[in-house]
């Protein structure tokens, strides 16, 4: 639910000087391609407010571009971006007592059970009927006999009912994590700009610890140690972006096989 709720949010970035606000009704069109080294491509799309990460990092008034993106598979956001024109993402309690998915699809998109109900998805979205998000609509089960089996139910709750069903992992899968960041950096006393980027990619263990499990619990039981041992001194509620903290964090991450990897090129 997290997810999908996530894919209503607005967002703002700095470009060239310039800041961008992009609303949520168009979050999935401002997107690009991102190829990231040892992983493949990706699709990019702004999540949230950048903006605040010129304080939290100290990059100062002068920066130029600061991009906090979300990454996800090729297809994504062409299929949320559709979904959300037929009001998959909306959250309000619709009455569903008795009805299959198709039957709920068809009262959402205000047409009858006997219709074609892919075909007038398809005239929402604005898309053809053989295109990539109907055939994920029905592949979720939107357009089936499957029960709703639910009284009341937000067209958001149902699709997430359906994707938690068809995208559970298989024996033998394994999930991806992947962290990219790119800098361009100007050195005054050389005259020169420097590309640089860091990127971490972390695969599951099959039948284990998933990745996201291992890159979320390990950095904190690493500083929660750290912590009782006295080596991090520092009180309150902090950011891991001081020294003290994220040095010896990656240090121990990094016998544990989690690394970002950096390459840096001059332009």
Known sequence: RGVLLASRN??????DGHEVRTPGDRLFRDMHLLHVPGAGDFEAYPNRDSLAYREIYGLGEEIQTVFRATLRNIGWCDTMHAFRRIGLLDDRPRPASGLTCAAYLAGLLGTGPGDDVAALAARKMGVAGDCLPVANLAWLG????????????????????LMLEKLVYRPGERDMVVLFHEFKAWFPAEGRYERITSSLVDFGEPGGWSSMART??????IAARLILDGRITRRGVLRPVHPEIYDPVLDELSGLGIVCREESTSL
């Open 216 to 221: 979320v619990s390990l950095p904190a039981a």
């Open 142 to 161: 939107f357009v089936s006999d499957r029960p709703v089996g639910r009284d009341l139910v937000a067209p958001l709750d149902l699709l997430g009912d």
């Open 10 to 15: 607005d967002a703002c970035y700095l470009e």
